[in-house]
């Protein structure tokens, strides 16, 4: 999600730092894990030849959009944004071959399209990464009123998504709470806006708190090019 202490072109990283400290070797739930994950596309994720979105951040007076094409199976990521001091930047790079792309890919722009990616995915990066993931029974949502089952996601060190299900294995709302010093140290939000891109189930509109100030993250130009076709299929 969001390392707000950075810059507002840095910004939003503290998922990508979640995302690569997650346990190695930890055993996924057979049960709602793989469920959650399936609700949002699992099966038919081979399908999907590339998936383009922008990721937008609102905290504390910061705007912050970024753009991303994603081809998972060959790794080829092309980003559109800024760079740390606010001009524009476009670049195409493939994440398996990082050592030899320039260090501002290495040290801002992938980075950043971890988080942007675990955002948008969460649920299948849960369960792809095998992370430690616990079915809690049904409890109050951690806002507005209602209820749904809490699912508990591990990540190390120490961090802990409460992710709240609906009985159709969307989340609807998620709690995070950081284990280090970085802040924010909990994030609060709704999940809402669900669309279908192919496949794919996407929630594009996170509102809540990131340490009791007002937060919102949201994706827009969600689309994908299905496996045999150059056509691009909208979100809708």
């Given amino acids: 999600m969001m390392n707000l202490a950075r810059s507002a072109t840095c910004g939003c990283l503290f998922l990508a730092v979640l995302a690569l400290s997650a346990p190695a070797g930890a055993q996924t739930s057979p ?36 753009s991303w094409e994603w081809s998972p ?18 670049v195409t790079y493939v994440q398996s071959q990082l050592n030899g792309a320039a260090a501002n890919v290495r040290d801002e722009i992938d980075p950043a399209f971890v988080n942007d990616k675990y955002n948008l995915l969460f649920p299948l990066q849960a369960y792809w990464d095998g ?10 949502l951690p806002l507005g009123t209602g209820s749904a089952k809490r699912v508990v996601v591990d990540y190390s060190p120490g961090d802990i998504w409460e992710l709240y299900v609906g009985h159709d ?38 509102r809540g708190t990131a340490d009791d100030k007002p937060l919102r993250i949201f994706f827009t130009d969600v689309s994908v090019k299905l496996a045999g076709t150059d056509k691009w299929v909208n979100a809708q």
């Fill in 131 to 140: 992370a430690v993931v616990r079915d809690e029974g049904t409890q109050k």
């Fill in 169 to 206: 294995n969307r989340v609807e709302a998620f709690a995070f709470h950081r284990g280090g010093p970085m802040k924010p140290s909990t994030v609060i939000a709704t999940w809402e806006a669900y669309k279908k891109a192919g496949p794919l189930l996407i929630s594009t509109d996170r």
């Fill in 73 to 90: 199976k060959t790794g080829q990521i092309a980003y559109d944004g800024k760079d740390k001091d606010g001009k524009p930047v476009k």
């Fill in 31 to 66: 049960g709602i894990a793989e469920q959650m994950a399936k609700a949002y596309g699992l099966d038919s994720f081979g399908q999907i030849e590339t998936l383009r979105y922008t990721f937008n951040a609102q905290f504390l007076g910061m705007d912050l959009s970024r």
